[in-house]
């Protein structure tokens, strides 16, 4: 059974940074693709940031240039790099992932494991 624990998530100043982990359990990641996803209140869960399975990555437009994804194979873990953060940053962040995926996809739809969410918040 595949598990997805997400931690590093709080409270910071706009401007600051934080980082995002993504443990896994139960199956390696350095087959997976894997994505990073947020939503904040009262709209859609959206893509952030795409890592493939061949070492590829994607960003949103809205975070190209400040986030970073990364994995350490070694610890099974998935990190988000959130520098230079803005107000409009302020969701709950989820880290998902697939073992079945073809291509990559900015869509929720194409990963199939999940995280339970850690909340990030930018104060102005």
């Known amino acids: 059974q595949v598990q997805l624990v997400e931690s590093g998530g709080g409270l910071v100043q706009a401007g600051g940074s934080l980082r995002l982990s993504c443990a896994a359990s139960g199956r390696t990641f350095s087959r997976a693709g894997l994505a990073w996803f947020r939503q904040a209140p009262g709209k859609e869960r959206e893509f952030v940031a795409a890592l493939t399975r061949n070492g590829n990555t994607y960003y949103a437009d809205s975070v190209k240039g400040r986030f970073t994804i990364s994995t350490d194979n070694a610890k099974n873990t998935v990190y988000l790099q959130m520098n230079s953060l803005k107000p409009e940053d302020t969701a709950v962040y989820y880290c998902?992932?697939?073992?079945?995926?073809?291509?990559?996809?900015?869509?929720?739809?194409?990963?199939?494991?999940w995280g339970q969410g850690t909340q990030v918040t930018v104060s102005s």
């Open positions: 998902a992932a697939d073992w079945a995926q073809a291509t990559w996809t900015p869509l929720p739809h194409g990963y199939d494991y």
